[in-house]
Protein backbone atom coordinates (compact mmCIF):
# COMPACT_ATOMS: atom_id res chain seq x y z
CA UNK A 1 0.00 0.00 0.00
CA UNK A 2 1.34 3.53 -0.92
CA UNK A 3 -0.01 6.78 0.18
CA UNK A 4 0.82 9.68 -1.87
CA UNK A 5 -0.04 13.20 -0.68
CA UNK A 6 0.82 16.65 -3.35
CA UNK A 7 1.61 19.78 -2.18
CA UNK A 8 2.95 23.23 -3.55
CA UNK A 9 -0.15 23.92 -6.24
CA UNK A 10 -1.70 27.66 -6.00
CA UNK A 11 -2.42 30.53 -7.96
CA UNK A 12 0.37 32.19 -10.81
CA UNK A 13 0.33 34.57 -12.97
CA UNK A 14 1.37 33.57 -16.48
CA UNK A 15 4.77 32.83 -17.23
CA UNK A 16 5.74 32.41 -13.94
CA UNK A 17 6.81 28.61 -11.94
CA UNK A 18 5.84 26.65 -9.23
CA UNK A 19 7.35 22.98 -8.13
CA UNK A 20 5.18 20.42 -7.00
CA UNK A 21 5.84 17.81 -4.65
CA UNK A 22 4.91 14.36 -3.73
CA UNK A 23 4.98 12.62 -0.87
CA UNK A 24 5.03 8.94 -0.99
CA UNK A 25 5.06 6.28 1.97
CA UNK A 26 4.77 2.82 1.89
CA UNK A 27 7.69 0.15 1.25
CA UNK A 28 9.35 -0.10 -2.27
CA UNK A 29 9.17 3.34 -3.56
CA UNK A 30 12.01 3.02 -5.18
CA UNK A 31 10.26 0.09 -7.45
CA UNK A 32 7.54 3.00 -8.74
CA UNK A 33 7.00 4.64 -11.68
CA UNK A 34 5.41 7.67 -10.19
CA UNK A 35 3.77 10.33 -12.25
CA UNK A 36 2.38 13.16 -12.82
CA UNK A 37 -1.31 13.62 -14.06
CA UNK A 38 -4.05 16.65 -14.43
CA UNK A 39 -7.35 17.30 -15.11
CA UNK A 40 -9.03 20.47 -16.17
CA UNK A 41 -12.80 21.45 -16.02
CA UNK A 42 -14.66 19.02 -18.91
CA UNK A 43 -11.80 17.33 -19.59
CA UNK A 44 -10.07 14.28 -19.70
CA UNK A 45 -7.70 13.38 -16.95
CA UNK A 46 -4.20 13.22 -19.14
CA UNK A 47 -0.56 12.79 -18.41
CA UNK A 48 1.93 15.29 -17.43
CA UNK A 49 5.08 13.38 -16.93
CA UNK A 50 6.29 10.21 -15.55
CA UNK A 51 9.61 9.45 -14.33
CA UNK A 52 10.39 5.35 -13.83
CA UNK A 53 11.84 3.68 -11.25
CA UNK A 54 15.04 3.74 -13.05
CA UNK A 55 14.95 7.62 -13.58
CA UNK A 56 13.98 7.86 -17.67
CA UNK A 57 11.19 10.57 -18.25
CA UNK A 58 8.12 10.89 -20.41
CA UNK A 59 6.25 14.18 -20.87
CA UNK A 60 3.01 15.27 -22.47
CA UNK A 61 3.43 16.90 -25.91
CA UNK A 62 1.92 19.98 -23.92
CA UNK A 63 4.44 20.45 -21.15
CA UNK A 64 7.73 19.56 -23.07
CA UNK A 65 10.64 22.12 -22.50
CA UNK A 66 8.81 23.28 -19.89
CA UNK A 67 7.88 21.01 -17.12
CA UNK A 68 10.51 18.66 -15.38
CA UNK A 69 9.90 15.74 -13.28
CA UNK A 70 11.90 14.32 -10.58
CA UNK A 71 12.41 12.07 -7.56
CA UNK A 72 14.42 11.87 -4.53
CA UNK A 73 14.06 8.35 -3.36
CA UNK A 74 16.09 9.03 -0.20
CA UNK A 75 13.09 11.20 1.14
CA UNK A 76 10.50 9.29 -1.22
CA UNK A 77 9.12 12.00 -2.93
CA UNK A 78 8.64 13.14 -6.44
CA UNK A 79 8.76 16.81 -7.68
CA UNK A 80 7.33 18.24 -10.85
CA UNK A 81 8.95 21.58 -11.54
CA UNK A 82 6.66 23.96 -13.75
CA UNK A 83 8.48 26.64 -15.80
CA UNK A 84 6.55 29.24 -18.24
CA UNK A 85 3.25 28.54 -16.62
CA UNK A 86 0.30 29.59 -19.24
CA UNK A 87 -3.41 29.92 -18.59
CA UNK A 88 -4.36 26.37 -20.00
CA UNK A 89 -2.13 24.52 -17.64
CA UNK A 90 -4.76 25.13 -14.83
CA UNK A 91 -5.79 22.37 -13.47
CA UNK A 92 -6.15 19.92 -10.41
CA UNK A 93 -2.21 18.18 -10.39
CA UNK A 94 -2.80 14.85 -9.32
CA UNK A 95 0.39 11.99 -8.55
CA UNK A 96 0.51 8.72 -9.57
CA UNK A 97 2.35 5.79 -7.95
CA UNK A 98 1.82 2.22 -10.48
CA UNK A 99 4.29 -0.78 -10.45
CA UNK A 100 2.42 -3.56 -12.09
CA UNK A 101 -1.44 -4.25 -10.92
CA UNK A 102 -0.97 -1.89 -8.15
CA UNK A 103 -1.94 1.64 -8.62
CA UNK A 104 -2.26 4.62 -6.65
CA UNK A 105 -3.43 8.21 -6.99
CA UNK A 106 -3.06 11.56 -4.24
CA UNK A 107 -5.61 13.62 -4.00
CA UNK A 108 -4.89 16.41 -6.12
CA UNK A 109 -3.63 19.56 -5.80
CA UNK A 110 -4.56 22.99 -8.08
CA UNK A 111 -2.92 25.12 -10.03
CA UNK A 112 -4.22 28.33 -11.23
CA UNK A 113 -3.03 29.99 -13.68
CA UNK A 114 -4.47 33.75 -14.17
CA UNK A 115 -3.16 37.67 -14.07
Known amino acids: QVQLVESGGGLVQPGGSLRLSCAAS????????MGWYRQAPGKQRELVAL???????NYGESVKGRFTISRDNAKTTVYLQMDSLKPEDTAVYYC?????????WGQGTQVTVSS
Open 51 to 57: ITSGGGT
Open 26 to 33: GSMFVRYY
Open 96 to 104: NANRFRADY
